[in-house]
C-alpha cells in the first residue's frame, strides 16, 4: 500500500506571506453525469425529545422551503445505520449503498495544525490521544490527517500506530495577529467587517481610535490599509484550509463504510467563501460524509468575533448531518460524541425554479408536518451555482489531462530530484524535490504584495500505467517585494514524500499556476529497490 507521509515544504518565509496545504490525490472521474443539474441535496437528522436519531420517516413526512416558498421533493433516501438497510425513492442522490450496509466506521481525524493556537493545540492533541487509547473498536479505523499534511496515516485500528502518529502533529500556526508591531491590531472578522461593510462601523471607528497613535496624520486610511492587509492573510488561510476538507473529503468517499470527517480546528474566517464551502458540501453530501466538527478554543466569551470565527465549522456539520461541538473544554468528550455517526438520517432533493445562476445565498428550511416534539437539523441554506469562464474550465482540463498524459510540458521551469530513502523499520520512502522559477510566473498585484496560487500533485502508476498514489498541495503567495527578489534569485523549493514498496513505477508530477493556467508536467521512470 502506497501511503503519504510527508508535504508541501518552503523555505523559511513570513507565514502572512505563503499558506500551504497537502492532502492525497483522488484522480477525477472521467466523467459527471447528473441528470437534474440544478439539484440542490440536503442532508437531515431528525431527533427526538432525548436528542435520539429518528428512524423509518417517509418523504411524505417533511416540508422543504427555499427563501421561505414552498418546493416539490423530488429524490429522497434514508440512511438507517441501527436496524434496517437504507431505503431509496425517486433517484435518490448518489452513493454507495453497499457502503451503508457495512458496519465498519471510517473516522478522518483532520487536525487544522495551521490555524490552532498552541495552547488550544496541546489540550487537542491530548484529547485525541485519551480518545484513541479509550475509545476505539476493531471495526473503527481511524485516519490522521493534517492541514500542513506533514503528518498522514492511512486507515488503521492499530492504537499504537495512531499514537506514534499523534505525536508527530504538531503546530505550525500560519498566521498571528499581525506581530508584535502591527498598528492597529485588529481580528480577521473586524478586518472583514472595515473592508465589506460600508459606512463608519464599529470595528472601523475602534481602528481608527487604534491608528490614532501610529498614524496621527491620517488614521482612516491607515485603519483600511491595515485592514485590507488582515483580510488578504486571513481568507488566504480559510482557502488553502477549505482546500485540506475538501481534499479528505475526496479521499474518505472512496472508503468502503460509515464515513466522517471529524475537524478540530481553532476554526478560520470564510465570510468571502461561501462558494467554496458550498462545493464541499455537494460533495460530501453526494459522497455520504458527514462532517462534525470540533472547536478546539474550548470556553469563550460570547462575542461576535467568536460566532463569526466558528460559522465554517458550524456550517460544514450542519451541511452534512454532522455536530458542531464547541464552548465545551472536555475535548476528550467531544471526540466521542463526534465519532459518533448518526444512526439514521435522511437526504432530501430538489430543483427550484427558474434558479438564476448568480450565486445568490437562499435560505433552506425542512420542517415535520407532525412534529410530536421532534427537531430537525438540515443544511440552513445554499449558494446558486456560478456559470465558470470558459477559461477556467480549460485551466481545469489541461491539468487533468496532464495527470493522465507521458508527455513534458514545460511552461513554468519546474526542475525535478528524486531519492529513496530507507528507514531503520526497512520502510522506503520517495523523497521529491521540485525547484520553481518563480521570476517568471504571472503575479497579480493586491495591496501592495504579489499573489499567485500554485497547485502540486504528485503521482504513481505502476508498469501497467494504472494510478496507484499520490499527493496533492496547494501554495498561496502573498510576496512582498524584497520576497520575491529573493526567491527570483533562489528559486521556490518545494518537497513531498511518498511511501512506497519496492517495484518498477512512473512518476508524474505537475505543477500549475492558477492565474492564467500555465503547467509544467514530468514523467520519470522509477525502480525501488
Not at 12 to 28: C, F, K, L, Q, R
Not at 44 to 51: L, P, T
Not at 153 to 174: M, P, Y
Not at 427 to 441: E, G, I, M
Amino acid at each position: 500500500m502506497f501511503v503519504l507521509i510527508g508535504a508541501l515544504r518552503a523555505q523559511t518565509i513570513s507565514s502572512d506571506e505563503i499558506h500551504w496545504g497537502s492532502w492525497p490525490y483522488v484522480p477525477a472521474p472521467k466523467a459527471v453525469i447528473r441528470v437534474q443539474s440544478d439539484l440542490v441535496e440536503v442532508g437531515v437528522v431528525v431527533r427526538d425529545a432525548h436528542g435520539a436519531p429518528v428512524a423509518h420517516l417517509e418523504k411524505p413526512d417533511f416540508e422543504l422551503f427555499d427563501n421561505g416558498k414552498p418546493q416539490t421533493i423530488s429524490s429522497f433516501s434514508e440512511t438507517d445505520l441501527a436496524g434496517s438497510n437504507s431505503t431509496a425513492s425517486e433517484s435518490a442522490p448518489s452513493g454507495d449503498a453497499s457502503a451503508r450496509k457495512s458496519p465498519t466506521r471510517y473516522i478522518a481525524l483532520l487536525f487544522d495544525d495551521m490555524n490552532t493556537g498552541a495552547a488550544n493545540f496541546t489540550f487537542l492533541r491530548h484529547g485525541a490521544e485519551k480518545f484513541i487509547r479509550e475509545s476505539t473498536v476493531p471495526e473503527e479505523l481511524i485516519g490522521i490527517f493534517t492541514s500542513s499534511g506533514d503528518v498522514f496515516l492511512d486507515f488503521t485500528n492499530d492504537k499504537q500506530k495512531l499514537l506514534d502518529a499523534l505525536s508527530k502533529v504538531i503546530q505550525h500556526l500560519r498566521m498571528s495577529n499581525q506581530g508584535a508591531m502591527a498598528c492597529p491590531a485588529m481580528s480577521p472578522y473586524a478586518a472583514w467587517v472595515i473592508t465589506h461593510l460600508p459606512g463608519h462601523t464599529d470595528e472601523f471607528e475602534s481602528a481608527v481610535t487604534s491608528a490614532r497613535r501610529c498614524c496621527p496624520s491620517d488614521p482612516e486610511s491607515c485603519a483600511r490599509i491595515q485592514a485590507d492587509a488582515v483580510i488578504s492573510i486571513s481568507e488566504g488561510a480559510a482557502r488553502t484550509s477549505l482546500d485540506v476538507v475538501a481534499g479528505v473529503v475526496r479521499y474518505l468517499s472512496q472508503m468502503p463504510g460509515r464515513r466522517i470527517l471529524l475537524l478540530a480546528s481553532s476554526s478560520f474566517l470564510t465570510k468571502s467563501l461561501g462558494h467554496e464551502q458550498e462545493k464541499i458540501l455537494e460533495t460530501a453530501l453526494r459522497a455520504q460524509v458527514i462532517i462534525n466538527s470540533l472547536d478546539a478554543r474550548g470556553v469563550m466569551f460570547a462575542s461576535v468575533d467568536d460566532s463569526a470565527m466558528g460559522e465554517p465549522m458550524s456550517i460544514l456539520a450542519r451541511g452534512t448531518g454532522g455536530k458542531y461541538f464547541h464552548g465545551n473544554n472536555d475535548l476528550f468528550r467531544g471526540y466521542k460524541d463526534l465519532a459518533e455517526s448518526p444512526t439514521a438520517s435522511y437526504f432530501l432533493g430538489f430543483s427550484p425554479d427558474d434558479v438564476r445562476h448568480d450565486g445568490s445565498l437562499h435560505n433552506l428550511k425542512v420542517t415535520l408536518i407532525n412534529r410530536a416534539g421532534r427537531t430537525v437539523e438540515a443544511r440552513p441554506g445554499y449558494y446558486a451555482p456560478v456559470d465558470e469562464p470558459p477559461a477556467t474550465r480549460e485551466k481545469v482540463r489541461r491539468f487533468q489531462e496532464g495527470l493522465t498524459a507521458n508527455d513534458a510540458v514545460t511552461e513554468i521551469p519546474v526542475e525535478l530530484t528524486t531519492e529513496t530513502e530507507t528507514a531503520p523499520t526497512g520502510d522506503k520512502t520517495l523523497k521529491v524535490r521540485l525547484r520553481v522559477d518563480v521570476h517568471l510566473l504571472p503575479f497579480k498585484q493586491m495591496h501592495g504584495r504579489k499573489t499567485e496560487r500554485l497547485i502540486f500533485v504528485t503521482a504513481l502508476f505502476n508498469s501497467e500505467d494504472q494510478f496507484l498514489s499520490g499527493v496533492e498541495s496547494v501554495m498561496d503567495l502573498n510576496l512582498k517585494n524584497q520576497t520575491l527578489a529573493q526567491l527570483s534569485s533562489s528559486g521556490l523549493i518545494a518537497r513531498m514524500s511518498l511511501e512506497v514498496k519496492p517495484g518498477t513505477y512512473r512518476l508524474r508530477q505537475v505543477v500549475q499556476e492558477t492565474a492564467t493556467g500555465q503547467l509544467s508536467s514530468i514523467s520519470r521512470p522509477l525502480v525501488v529497490h
